[in-house]
């Protein structure tokens, strides 16, 4: 019942930025928490950042200061403005989608989209 679309990754030089950008719909009305994640070849999916319904928003640590998380006016998609960016930031970027109902919350993964950083 809820989808999400990233896009936005593909290949960049060291130091060089890229933007990321994740579109969640469902057929009920949500309130969402959307979040970036990522994993790296061998890696295990790791927390990158998230931004909750009430616009707070928190980062890893290995990203402060270099990525900016964002949303629209509708609150239904998320942006993550990547700067700085380093090869140990090579990986496959995913959205999450948590959209809360009266009852609870569903939650949706994004296909993912990839980000290479060559240095």
């Known amino acids: 019942q809820v989808q999400a679309v990233e896009s936005g990754g593909g290949s960049v030089q060291a130091g060089g930025s890229l933007r990321l950008s994740c579109a969640a719909s469902a057929r009920i009305n949500c309130e969402y928490d959307m979040s970036w994640y990522r994993q790296a070849p061998g890696k295990e999916r790791e927390f990158v950042s998230i931004i909750a319904r009430d616009g707070s928003t928190s980062y890893a640590d290995s990203v402060k200061g270099r990525f900016t998380i964002s949303q629209d006016g509708a609150k239904n998609t998320v942006y993550l403005q990547m700067n700085s960016l380093n090869p140990d930031d090579t990986a496959m970027y995913y959205c999450?989608?948590?959209?809360?109902?009266?009852?609870?919350?569903?939650?949706?993964w994004g296909q993912g989209t990839l980000v290479t950083v060559s240095s």
């Open positions: 999450k989608a948590k959209c809360f109902v009266e009852w609870g919350s569903l939650d949706a």
